[in-house]
Structures are given as structure tokens and as C-alpha cells.
């Protein structure tokens, strides 16, 4: 198998294959549970900048399976979603991968703002999915935190791993008071950093695996099961 990733910043997905962030290492933990190995530590993956997503997506037309009144928004994500397909497309011929065994993942914050009006969650799901199939990508997994990965991350540490639902429901926007951010630092009791979120992740602070009442994190988990389902054995449960 051969992930391509792609985020928003350092402290997700991360920067480059060099500066691998959190959002990644969930994705490799979901994965290593079956698969007994580490994708990210066997080097079969790849992660493409924000900017260098923003640069491919602004080369793409318009197509009808977005629909007319699709808002500008979620448009955003299913360009997104097109651009990674295309370069997943470029990356199977370079590498000599099957595109039925390469796996994107493009991770997108649902939002930023309470009121910054970027549409439903389940529309932005829809819009990446639908913008993989359009490049007749059908292995793509969307990664849509709700409203943003702080939620989840603070599933660990501070709810430890109980009463997590909550944590959806509360506002992503950064100058909010008490915002996640500010209550991930807190938790921290230091600032977030993705070296910091990386060995809580390694040291086992952190396990995508134990976080089980959060939606947005759920979906994103099937998903990649649906995926794996394709690739890899069944999963016998204990």
C-alpha cells in the first residue's frame, strides 16, 4: 500500500515527508492495526503541501457532478479532493504502484469560525468523495475533523477518552473564548507544537484507537476500513 496525504498545516497532516504531523500518524495507527506494519516507517507515502494543493486544484474546470448550486465553499474541497486524485494518478506511474493499492487522504478542519458559513459537515464529506471519483479515484478517504483535529486530540487528553461527543459541538474558531486551541494548550500546559502532538501520539498519550464516541472521527474511520477492506485480510476481532 502507498498513502498520499494531504492537510492544512503542521500540526495535521504536517509539511512534507520530512515533517510528518499527528493527523498522519492517526492515519498509519488505523492502518497498522491491520496491516502489522507501519506505512509512514517503511516510507511508502507521500505528503502534498497545502500551497502546492492549492496550486493544482486552481488548474481544474468546473464539472457537473459538483452541481450548479453547489456552494463556493465546498467547491474548495472538491477541488481539493481532484487536484490529490490527479497527483495520486502521477504518482502510480512514477512509482510503479497500482492505483488500486494507493490510498489518499486529504484532511480538511470542517471550520474556522462559528459563523464563517462553510456549509454542513456532511457536505464537505460528500464534495471530497465526490471530487476522487471524479478522477476515478475510488480509494479516497476524506479526514474532516469536527469542527476541527484540537476535538479529537482533546478526546485524549482531557476527556480521556470519555464524554468526547461534546467536543463536536463546540465552536473551531481560534479567538473564541475558550477555544479548543487554547484548551489543547492547556492540556499541554505548554504550546502545540507538531514535534509536541507527535511523541504523545508515539509515546501512546494520544491513540486514534481508543477514541470511539466521536462522529466526525468514526466516519473517517470506516471509510479507511471500507478501503482496507479491498487490500488487506479481515480484521479478527478479540
Not at 77 to 87: F, G, K, V
Not at 101 to 110: A, C, G, K, S, Y
Request: charged residues 30%; negative net charge.
Amino acid at each position: 500500500m502507498f498513502l498520499l496525504l494531504s492537510g492544512e498545516g503542521p500540526t495535521d497532516i504536517g509539511t512534507s515527508d520530512e515533517a510528518v504531523g499527528p493527523m498522519s500518524k492517526f492515519v498509519d495507527q488505523w492502518i497498522s492495526r491491520r496491516s502489522d506494519y507501519s506505512l509512514l516507517e517503511s516510507g511508502t507515502y507521500k505528503i502534498i503541501s497545502e500551497h502546492e494543493l492549492a496550486s493544482r486544484s486552481k488548474e481544474l474546470k468546473s464539472r457537473s457532478r459538483r452541481g450548479k448550486r453547489t456552494p463556493v465553499e465546498t467547491a474548495y474541497y472538491y477541488r481539493n479532493a481532484r487536484a490529490l486524485a490527479r497527483i495520486l494518478h502521477e504518482e502510480s506511474q512514477t512509482q510503479d504502484w497500482n492505483l488500486e493499492e494507493m490510498i489518499p487522504v486529504l484532511f480538511r478542519d470542517t471550520d474556522n469560525t462559528a459563523s464563517s458559513g462553510r456549509g454542513e459537515w456532511q457536505d464537505k464529506w460528500d464534495s471530497i468523495i465526490n471530487g476522487f471519483l471524479a478522477e476515478e479515484v475510488e480509494t479516497g478517504v476524506p479526514m474532516v475533523p469536527k469542527p476541527k483535529s484540537e476535538a479529537w486530540l482533546l478526546c485524549a487528553l482531557r476527556d480521556k477518552y470519555q464524554h468526547c461527543a461534546a467536543l463536536e459541538n463546540e465552536s473551531g474558531n481560534d479567538n473564541s473564548p475558550n477555544s479548543l486551541k487554547s484548551q489543547l494548550e492547556e492540556s499541554l500546559g505548554e504550546k502545540v507544537t507538531r514535534e509536541l502532538l507527535n511523541d504523545k501520539i508515539d509515546q501512546g498519550e494520544i491513540n486514534i484507537n481508543r477514541i470511539e464516541d466521536m462522529q466526525s472521527l468514526n466516519n473517517f474511520k470506516d471509510r479507511l476500513d471500507e478501503v482496507l477492506d479491498a487490500l488487506l485480510p479481515p480484521l479478527i476481532q478479540d
